[in-house]
């Protein structure tokens, strides 16, 4: 295998040749498990650990490796690795950690397009689609959103469900698959090119692992049914893994996510609700919170019925998170910061009292 089967480029290789990275090997993290990581090289597959320099320096969640990035290694017989460098991401997918508020988590990095993968029974939600598009307007990463087990339901109704995203949700692609049958499947296959990374996103159980076995055509990632009486919370896959296709397409599976949370998202909300940012900017006051101000221009569109009302208020709700979001950091910074400064002073005070 290549490095370019695995979606190496010429940036990176740019990259490389510039920082005088020559005496490591150059892998892809396939899969992460607790600050270890399994990587795949043009020799194989090594399971690898950060160097304590990396370990030492690193100030959040993104100075690790996660599943996707591209590292400079050492490797040691032949199983056996030291992850010395992170090489640049070109995206990185994050979401805001549901144990802890203001943590960041890393879903994937340097992916090129998202299957944001719904099933059209119980679990179909646009509120959370536009969820979903704006983590990936955020992360640079191109959204297709993919309606799964549509053998489940009639023509009319999946029509109905197309109807309805076209409403809220445009210039995004959207795939109607079916596991079972296989339908659509001639046209999520097309869809899926030789050296681009896509990952799979949505809730626990839509059939995401279902749909990367059958693409691959092997029983990669374990699959099952999620029964109601058992349903807490309980994952299939449980682990982030990437996987070469037969026709070059690489594919990230993730776990279930029960909670979406936004984290830095300006961008990804303008991008997502382009149409209400851009009237936002004729609204009489700059601070205006589109929920009750004179000569504000979102709720004018509101009331004409030129926007639409649920996706208005996904809008506000979302936008109440990212500021609670950005609040949250930057009280830790603070205090991250005034607790510098008592180390410093605490040291300081210890050097006067030795001399
Ligand atoms: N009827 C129907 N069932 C499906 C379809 N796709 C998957 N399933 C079933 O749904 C269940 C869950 O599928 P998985 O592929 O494990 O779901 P997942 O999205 O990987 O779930 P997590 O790993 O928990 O995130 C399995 O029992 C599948 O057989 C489909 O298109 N139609
Ligand atoms: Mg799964
Ligand atoms: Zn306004």
Request: proline letters at 1%.
């Amino acid at each position: 295998m290549k490095l370019e089967d695995l979606g190496y480029n010429n940036q990176l290789e740019k990259f490389r040749i510039d920082s005088s990275l020559n005496s490591f090997e150059i892998g892809r993290v396939v899969a992460e498990h607790k600050e270890r990581y399994i990587i795949r090289t043009t020799n194989g597959e090594f399971e690898a650990e950060i160097t304590g320099n990396m370990r030492f320096t690193a100030k959040s969640r993104e100075d690790f490796p996660a599943v996707g990035d591209w590292v400079a290694l050492t490797t040691y017989e032949s199983d056996f690795a030291i992850i010395h460098k992170i090489l640049p991401r070109f995206s990185i997918i994050k979401r805001q950690a549901v144990e802890q508020f203001g943590e960041i988590q890393i879903i994937a990095t340097n992916i090129d397009y998202a299957f944001l993968v719904q099933a059209v029974d119980r679990d179909f939600n646009i509120n959370r689609l536009e969820r979903y598009l704006t983590i990936c307007n955020s992360s640079k990463v191109s959204p297709i959103i993919v309606l799964s087990k549509i053998d489940l339901m009639n023509e009319h109704q999946i029509s109905e469900i197309l109807e309805n995203i076209k409403v809220r949700i445009k210039n995004v692609p959207v795939l109607a698959i079916s596991n079972e049958s296989q339908d659509g499947y001639d046209t999520i296959k097309t869809t899926i090119e030789k050296g681009e990374t896509y990952c799979m996103l949505g809730s626990s159980g839509v059939g995401k692992s279902t749909l990367l076995n059958n693409l691959s055509g092997r029983t990669i990632m374990k699959t099952d049914a999620i029964s109601d009486s058992t349903n807490k919370g309980r994952h299939v896959t449980s682990h982030r893994e990437l996987i070469v296709l037969e026709n070059g397409g690489i594919l990230v599976d993730n776990p279930g996510m029960r909670e979406v949370g936004i984290a830095d998202s300006t961008s990804g909300l303008e991008i997502t609700f382009d149409r209400i940012v851009s009237l936002s900017q004729n609204c009489k006051f700059k601070d205006c919170t589109h929920t009750n101000e004179t000569g504000c221009s979102v709720l004018e569109a509101l009331e004409k019925g030129e926007i639409d009302k649920a996706s208005y208020e996904n809008y506000l709700k979302m936008e109440r998170e990212k500021a609670h979001f950005e609040s949250t950091v930057a009280e830790r910074r603070k205090k991250d910061k005034e607790f510098g400064k008592f180390v410093k002073n605490y040291k300081k005070d210890m050097k006067k009292n030795k001399y």
